[in-house]
């Protein structure tokens, strides 16, 4: 079992829907969780931290389930800007030093 | 915010030569960054980790005669792929982090292709 878990997709969506992704991670220890975006080619860029209670940024909201050990992204009025690969990220074990990626889900935001 | 600084961008070398890759924190230090390799429409998968004035700790299954990694300072790290073979072809990055909770900022990657 990976590490990190999460659909590939791709998940194509009309422009303004409201799309979620979820994220499941194996190691009960984990600490940190984050959502990062990868355009193609390019380097990750942080999306959000995701907190135990929850957290909300604007259109994206991220939501931390540690009984289920999954994390979640909500996307909501998407927009064509929004097409990207979104990549769950989370620390291994207690340790703060090293994260390990999710493959990726690829979003494709149709006009 | 944290800046993390990698060269080059892309690299083109021939089989059997080295290849060396930079990545600096410009305006923090980072007593600990890390190196990642990605194929295409893969993950980022975590080589190693450099820690600075040590030696660095490489994941299993990756080659550390292979992947030379030198961390001399709190601000730069390099990566020198040793004798590349095509199959080292692939997109590599540079991370660090501010602290815990903070996130890891990246460098824009090189892409390296052995021919």
């Known amino acids: 079992r990976k590490e990190v878990e999460q659909d590939p997709g791709p998940f194509n969506v009309p422009e303004g829907a409201t799309v979620a992704f979820n994220c499941t991670y194996s190691?009960?220890?984990?600490?940190?969780f984050f959502w990062y975006r990868q355009d193609c080619r390019k380097e990750p860029k942080l999306l959000m931290s995701v907190y135990s209670s929850g957290n909300e940024d604007g259109r994206f909201t991220a939501q931390l389930n540690r009984a289920s050990q999954y994390i979640s992204l909500l996307i909501r009025d998407s927009k064509l800007s929004d097409s990207a690969t979104y990549l769950c990220?989370?620390?291994?074990?207690?340790?703060?030093?090293?994260?390990?990626f999710g493959s990726g889900t690829r979003l494709s935001i149709r006009p | 915010g944290a800046v993390v600084s990698q060269h080059p961008s892309w690299v083109i070398c021939k089989s059997g030569t080295s290849v060396k890759i930079e990545c600096r924190s410009l305006d923090f230090q980072a007593t600990t960054m890390f190196w990642y390799r990605q194929f295409p429409k893969q993950s980022l998968m975590l080589m190693a980790t450099?820690?600075?004035?040590?030696?660095?700790?490489?994941e299993q299954g990756v080659e550390k005669d292979k992947f030379l990694i030198n961390h001399a300072s709190l601000t730069l790290s390099t990566l020198t792929v040793t004798s590349a073979h095509p199959e080292d072809s692939s997109f590599y990055i540079c991370s660090a982090s501010l602290g815990y909770n903070y996130g890891y900022t990246f460098g824009s990657g090189t892409r390296l292709t052995v021919v």
């Open positions: 990220v989370v620390n291994r074990g207690s340790s703060a030093s090293k994260i390990i």
């Open positions: 450099s820690n600075e004035g040590s030696k660095a700790t490489y």
């Open positions: 190691n009960s220890a984990s600490q940190s």
